[in-house]
């Protein structure tokens, strides 16, 4: 066995396999030799799409050690509404024992990860990664200002303080009523013209602007590949993306570095006004100034040409404003990322690769690096030294996702069996074996690629080395090739040296009055008995290992014995809630199969036994101290899932008063609503991490219940809270069994415990998410599920080294459903840099506001809210002006510029900063804000993409017959047209949003009524109606539905309708009510903010 005839080390995939003996490859025939930069896809994960169906060669007919059988479990679907289907993806995942193994290219270049990975990852890229070279530069100027109209200090405070001015100039604007033929959003033809940005391939520069700006430094050598317009041959519909077309800004008066920033607001300037809410009211079909297709288009923004040229003084048309069209379009970054990265696997051999973005849907090649499903890095190449990170203030952050469910065509990490002697780890450091572990000494020896440490291999994990020092074997253990896999873990991981037991689940349902009254109960209990054929279940097995236990309370609490051979369930009341103690072990957690009859006959009987309660008060804290109790009587780790009403006023244990306060919005006082209102939650939290058992938590509350305190356990045990305000069966149930059902099959893994290793030069030093930890390295989940994400910052404690780049190593400890204990190992190598143009050029901008809303949103429990907000805008403007400082090509202070991978930070940021959470509106409870600032905080990159930029679409522009999803359209007032309907979601709620002027045959296809005034506003369900139209706009909705880890409540808006206010909160371009700024006013302060920085 000798590798010697593999390939010489060229393109990292794509050179001729070697055919190992024993491993014939006629299935992947065409393969080997196949063209260089089409991947060849590796061998434990990945058949190539035409070989999808093959399930996973599994490690079973690998060489002894390596054998277990992928747990495939781990990544059963949750199924939306379906879980018929649950356990049945497994499958796939599952090794076949008849398929050969494959191997993996001779010569990948993460086998030898320390030496050096020469190439840039763009240039393998089949489009390189983001040119961030490409400087966005956007048209801060000419427009406006000029004289007149703005007031110097306009854009500064605008927006920043009270929502001072609404409309005002409005009137200004024509109308067009052209919305008809309103290019959505895409705006193609505008856009082009314009030139401006965009994001477009590696090379940008259009012809015109070649010679009006000198390349960056740093960028240089990829600028003057291009010469031409390239967009033709980019052949994207696409406008062109991002040009450095340098326009210059408002006159510099204009945004001059006044002091006006904090000063109070002055009079809005006519040219933003269009875009606040306000003018709409008018007549029908005055949204919004004329744009798209508008006829003047051309002459005001000829292009290119004038840039640079334009003085600022007299513009043609009278009241200019930066037109939207002009600046960094959200929907075009995500539409050119799809078209450009949608379509190729996205293969992760390369160190340092920016993946695609989280809107755009791609498969994923494991070959050495953790898929960016599991991990995301803010930066891909990261600074040498502290100091040129701090001069950058990108923050170095990963959000890992260490459960991750993954699309079908994937495969779940296989798992490895190490035997009695468990996963090899390097002495020193502890970390554990991975492809970029180096082997030297023929092999007897390995260096750790963390830490350097030099480590002997034990016999029986010996193997020989090829000539380029590779082990013979590696393409054979995934734990020598893979980025993700999974270690069985030995008796020494598990608590007290023993193997754990099965894990789990305990319902406890509130009978108090509310409870009752409402129907909640009677729904739970007819759910529960179905639903409880559904528990998550591991591999083939038939049955899950779950065992189920049921408690129901009150101010007092009702255990239940269900044990298999009782008649009738028996209850055992504990009303000693001071000191909470569980009164039966056997026959409280049971086979749910051993013991059907007597737990459907309980949860027949609970809804009437309780149905004549008057009982309101209820107790919290006992009631998850009695579900830890029992799981720590039972020596398991496990699930708490409540259900609970009201504010637990009841003598006992976590008593909470009520302490809404609204007045203290605004105030230094704002800060403790996010704060618990008493200690006991957190020490309560304590112990249940301690006992692996994790609290999930679903509220029903008819007023205020005190979220930022009854979410303290859910959020320390890595557990969920889903909140229904004024639950109604009728109008909620949906949403809810939805939930419940996805909760109840998901996959988790227990008593869990994560480490982030890194090598030499990094650290991780600040973690975000759904945890608890008792030291500052561990990060300890009771409970852990594939929708949790961990959000890790990083800081350099030394020098990094660009050859040897940086790794990450993301271990997680648990227990499996079955009572597995296993690990999961993620590993993820990233570039080093010591020019700062290779940061902003390999920088993510999605991930950066999924740290920096983390970070804002724990900054709220310490800080007043201006500050915090203060503190991103300054950061973002740091950012931006340092690349501005170090990287751009020289250019006129008046000029915004942008680095291509952040030109949608300032947009982005803006809709974090006036969010419910920093910047609430006068109708956003106490209880709501509380709630979504724990939600985000375990978020993942997509779902904080779509929270703070929702997704809008237009329902009746694309042809009926299309199948596909139709392009999103940006997400403000003037993108909507009054002869439109329209679906807007954020990943927590729905809308579908109805113009006056609607066609009649909309809305009777739509809604079954004849004229859009008897559609009912705030309707929830539409119609099931036999036409294309419905069906396609209800099918439109469920896939939406689907593509969101919570069931999203549809509310119908009309036009001029009193929910609309509701409706226009989420237009996150616009000025907002309560005080945020538009799009283009907050652009227009940071680049205030920027030229501040450079003065
Ligand atoms: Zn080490």
Redesign the pocket.
């Known amino acids: 066995m000798n590798v010697n005839q593999s390939a010489p080390p060229v393109p990292p995939f794509g050179q001729p396999q070697p055919i190992y003996p024993g491993y014939h490859q006629s299935s992947y025939g065409g393969q080997p030799g196949s063209t260089a930069p089409p991947i060849p896809y590796g061998a434990y994960n990945g058949p190539v799409p035409g070989y999808q169906q093959t399930p996973p060669q599994g490690m079973s007919r690998a060489p002894p050690s390596s054998g277990a059988p992928p747990a495939s479990t781990a990544q059963a679907p949750c199924g939306q509404a379906t879980y018929g289907q649950f356990g049945q993806g497994d499958v796939q995942n599952g090794p076949s024992s008849t398929v050969q193994m494959q191997r993996l290219p001779g010569s990948q270049p993460f086998g030898s990860s320390l030496a050096p990975v020469v190439s840039q990852p763009a240039v393998l890229q089949p489009y390189g990664p983001p040119p961030t070279s490409a400087q966005v530069t956007t048209q801060l100027a000419g427009m406006q200002i000029s004289g007149a109209v703005a007031p110097a200090p306009p854009t500064s405070g605008l927006g920043y303080g009270p929502p001072t001015s609404l409309a005002s100039a409005s009137g200004s604007f024509p109308n067009s009523g052209l919305y008809g033929s309103y290019p959505q959003g895409q705006a193609p033809p505008i856009g082009q013209a314009q030139g401006y940005l965009g994001v477009q391939t590696p090379q940008r520069s259009a012809p015109s602007q070649a010679s009006s700006f000198t390349p960056p430094a740093s960028g240089g050598p990829r600028m003057p590949s291009v010469t031409g317009p390239l967009l033709p041959g980019q052949g994207f519909g696409g406008p062109p993306v991002s040009q450095p077309n340098h326009v210059s800004s408002p006159s510099p008066q204009a945004l001059s570095p006044g002091t006006q920033m904090t000063g109070p607001p002055g009079p809005p300037p006519p040219m933003h006004s269009p875009q606040q809410p306000g003018y709409q009211l008018q007549q029908n079909g005055s949204f919004g100034p004329a744009r798209g297709p508008q006829p003047n288009y051309g002459s005001p923004y000829p292009g290119a040409p004038t840039f640079g040229s334009q003085p600022g003084p007299p513009q043609p048309l009278p009241p200019k404003r930066l037109d939207p069209d002009a600046i960094p379009s959200p929907i075009q970054v995500i539409e050119d990322d799809r078209n450009n990265r949608g379509t190729e696997p996205f293969v992760t051999g390369v160190r340092g690769q920016v993946p695609p973005l989280v809107t755009t849907n791609f498969l994923v090649k494991d070959q050495g690096n953790a898929s960016p499903r599991y991990i995301r890095c803010t930066s891909y190449n990261i600074p040498c030294t502290s100091d040129m990170a701090k001069q950058a203030q990108v923050p170095l952050a990963a959000v890992i996702k260490p459960l991750a469910r993954l699309p079908p065509e994937e495969a779940s990490p296989y798992v490895v069996d190490h035997g009695e002697s468990g996963p090899l780890r390097?002495?020193?450091?502890?970390?554990y074996m991975c492809p970029f572990m180096q082997f030297i000494e023929g092999g007897r020896r390995f260096q750790?690629?963390?830490?350097?440490?030099i480590?002997d291999v034990p016999p029986q994990y010996f193997q020989h080395l090829d000539h380029t020092g590779k082990r013979v074997d590696a393409y054979d253990r995934p734990e020598l090739s893979l980025g993700s896999y999974e270690f069985l873990a030995t008796v020494d991981y598990c608590k007290n040296n023993k193997f754990p037991s099965p894990p789990a689940f305990i319902f406890m349902i509130d009978v108090s009055y509310n409870a009752i009254r409402t129907g909640l109960v009677r729904l739970l209990c007819e759910e529960l008995k179905s639903l409880l054929d559904f528990l998550p279940r591991e591999g083939g097995a038939e049955e899950s290992a779950i065992r189920v236990g049921f408690v129901t309370y009150n101010k007092v609490l009702h255990f239940y014995n269900v044990k298999s051979s009782l008649a009738q369930p028996q209850m055992m009341v504990v009303s000693d809630v001071a000191d909470m103690f569980v009164p039966l072990l056997d026959g409280f957690l049971v086979n749910v199969n051993e013991s059907r009859a007597v737990i459907t006959s309980l949860l027949d009987q609970i809804p009437d036994m309780f149905a004549d309660t008057r009982e309101t008060e209820t107790v919290f804290a006992p009631v998850i101290q009695a579900g830890m109790e029992a799981l720590k009587a039972a020596e398991c780790a496990g699930k708490l899932f409540l259900f609970h009403t009201s504010l637990p006023m009841a003598e006992a244990p976590g008593k909470l008063k009520n302490r809404d306060d609204r007045k203290l919005i605004n105030t230094d006082k704002e800060k403790t609503l996010f704060q618990p209102q008493t200690g006991a939650y957190q020490t309560l939290a304590k112990e249940c991490v301690a006992q692996g058992c994790c609290v999930d938590l679903f509220l029903f509350p008819n007023q205020y219940v005190d979220v930022a305190t009854l979410s303290v356990v859910p959020q320390l045990t890595g557990g969920s809270v889903y909140k229904y305000a004024c639950f109604q069966v009728e109008n909620d149930q949906e949403r809810f069994l939805s939930d419940l059902r996805r909760d109840v099959q998901k996959v988790v893994g227990f008593d869990a415990v994560m480490r982030v290793?890194t090598s030499t030069g990094i650290r991780a030093v600040d973690f975000f998410g759904a945890f608890y930890m008792s030291n500052t390295t561990d990060v300890e989940l009771a409970g852990l599920d594939g929708d949790k994400t961990v959000t890790v910052e990083f800081k350099h404690d030394d020098r990094l080294n660009e050859e040897s780049g940086a790794l990450l190593q993301c271990a997680l400890l648990y227990t499996s459903c079955a009572g597995q204990r296993r690990l999961r190992i993620h590993n993820l190598a990233l570039n080093c840099c010591t020019q700062l143009a290779d940061l902003y050029r390999n920088c993510e901008t999605d991930t950066l506001i999924n740290y920096m809303a983390k970070l804002a949103y724990r900054g709220v429990l310490n800080s007043p809210l201006k500050a915090v907000r203060d503190t991103l805008i300054t950061q973002c403007a740091q950012i931006l002006a340092c690349y501005r400082k170090n990287c751009a090509s020289p250019s006129s202070a008046g000029q915004l510029i942008l680095p291509e991978c952040m030109k949608l930070l300032p947009v982005y940021l803006n809709c974090v900063l006036k969010s419910d959470v920093l910047q609430p509106g006068a109708e956003v409870t106490t209880d709501d804000r509380a709630y979504v600032r724990q939600l985000v905080t375990s978020m993942d990159v997509a779902e904080t993409n779509v929270f703070f930029y929702p997704r809008l679409l237009p329902l009746t522009k694309s042809p009926i017959e299309s199948t596909t999803e139709p392009p999103a359209v940006r997400a403000s007032e003037e993108r909507l047209s009054n002869g439109d309907v329209y679906l807007l979601e954020n990943g927590l709620n729905l809308f579908l949003w109805v113009g006056a002027s609607v066609q009649q045959g909309v809305v009777q296809s739509l809604f079954s009524v004849s004229s859009f005034s008897q559609i009912t506003s705030g309707l929830s369900v539409l119609p099931v109606l036999d036409n294309p139209l419905s069906k396609k706009v209800r099918d439109l909705i469920d896939s939406l539905r689907a593509q969101r880890s919570r069931y999203m409540k549809l509310i119908v808006v009309k036009q001029e309708d009193k929910l609309e206010m509701l409706f226009k909160n989420f237009l996150v371009e616009d000025k907002s009510l309560s005080g945020g700024a538009s799009y283009v006013d907050f652009l227009c302060h940071m680049h205030k903010e920027i030229r501040q920085l450079l003065s």
């Open positions: 390097c002495n020193r450091c502890k970390a750790c690629c963390f830490c350097s440490c480590n290793r």
